[in-house]
């Protein structure tokens, strides 16, 4: 019997175990009783339980599965492992330039086989001033991407203007804040860049964690090898950089998160936010054809065709000449 409920509950919560452990404890004793070996049964149970209880505080410790308990260092051990479900995603890059922001992704490339969809697949539109990089679990972002828009659209609805941006990132913030308090429940694992407008703060740029917490960035990285991207961020930006610079530093991080030397222009995708003449934001996805230029004027595209091409630097801006 003993052995029996050992593999049954030695998974289980303390409590569920010490229910299932003293019912068998029952049937023992009704047992041992009715042959006159009682105090034989106390001396067997009270060093069998002492035994299963240290077993079973070796398993609890070896696995945390609380996303609300602390480990003995002081760390929430599940916030730690959302976080690196997100270092082993696809990246995604942000920066603000002298007049707007940029955003940049590598797509999830499964398969040749895959239809390619007709929308981006890591940059997301919040609001009309307010677009995001997704890093992480596709589900998670996908159901965040909806509750942001619901508050969005909210906002919209009841002030008759856009949301702020900060004010948007921390309703999203909260709503993940949420989940790390409490049993049951599953982090989110998905990580966030936003960028966007409001007229109080001009361009902004923010990114956020499962855990809930956010900041304000000139220029950050998430997902695979961001520690790389962000160092050569940290070397090369510069305050005031103008569109083509920023675009010529964001194609250049997001090599540092890649395997190859020579990115293809199929997996990139890159956003610009800018204002037009009346004030409004203007969303920009570059194409393939211009962000093959851009590789190729950043020295990243190898190509029989681009053996013959020379990159001379004028004034900041890349320019693309035939070699002699």
């Not at 299932?20 to 106390?42: H, W």
């Not at 149970?45 to 609380?66: A, C, H, N, P, V």
């Not at 603000?96 to 997301?124: F, H, P």
Request: proline residues 1%; contains cysteine.
């Amino acid at each position: 019997i003993m052995y029996r409920v050992q593999d049954t509950v030695i998974n289980k919560k303390l409590s569920d175990f010490q229910f299932f452990f003293f019912q068998a404890e029952d049937g023992i004793r009704d047992a041992q009783e009715s042959r006159g070996l009682g105090d034989v049964y106390k001396r067997q149970t009270q060093s069998t339980w002492g035994l299963y209880k240290s077993e079973y505080i070796k398993m609890s410790r070896r696995f945390d599965s609380k996303v609300n308990s602390f480990s003995a260092e002081g760390k929430l051990l599940q916030v730690e492992y959302a976080v690196e479900a997100i270092n082993k995603s696809r990246p995604g890059i942000g920066a603000l330039i002298k007049d707007g922001a940029i955003l940049g992704a590598v797509k999830d490339v499964v398969s040749a086989l895959l239809e390619r969809t007709r929308q981006s697949e890591k940059i997301y539109c919040l609001d009309k001033n307010i677009y995001c990089v997704v890093s992480g679990v596709s589900a998670d972002g996908n159901y965040l991407i909806d509750y942001a828009r619901g508050l969005a659209q909210d906002y919209r609805f009841q002030m008759r203007e856009y949301i702020n941006v900060e004010k948007l990132v921390v309703d999203i913030c909260d709503q993940k804040q949420y989940y790390t308090q409490f049993g049951g429940s599953r982090l989110f694992g998905a990580a966030f860049i936003y960028a966007g407008y409001d007229t109080t703060h001009g361009f902004q740029l923010y990114n956020s964690d499962p855990s809930g917490n956010y900041a304000g960035w000139k220029a950050t990285a998430i997902g695979t090898n961001s520690i790389a991207a962000n160092s050569f961020l940290k070397d090369e930006y510069q305050e005031d950089i103008n569109l083509d610079q920023g675009l010529d530093l964001v194609v250049k991080s997001l090599s540092k998160t890649l395997d190859t030397s020579s990115p293809s222009a199929d997996k990139i995708e890159l956003l610009v936010l800018q204002l037009d003449e009346n004030k409004q934001v203007k969303a920009r996805f570059l194409n393939e054809k211009e962000i093959t230029e851009l590789l190729k004027s950043c020295l990243l595209y190898t190509s029989d065709a681009a053996d013959d091409l020379l990159c001379v630097d004028l004034g900041g801006r890349r320019i693309i000449k035939k070699k002699k």
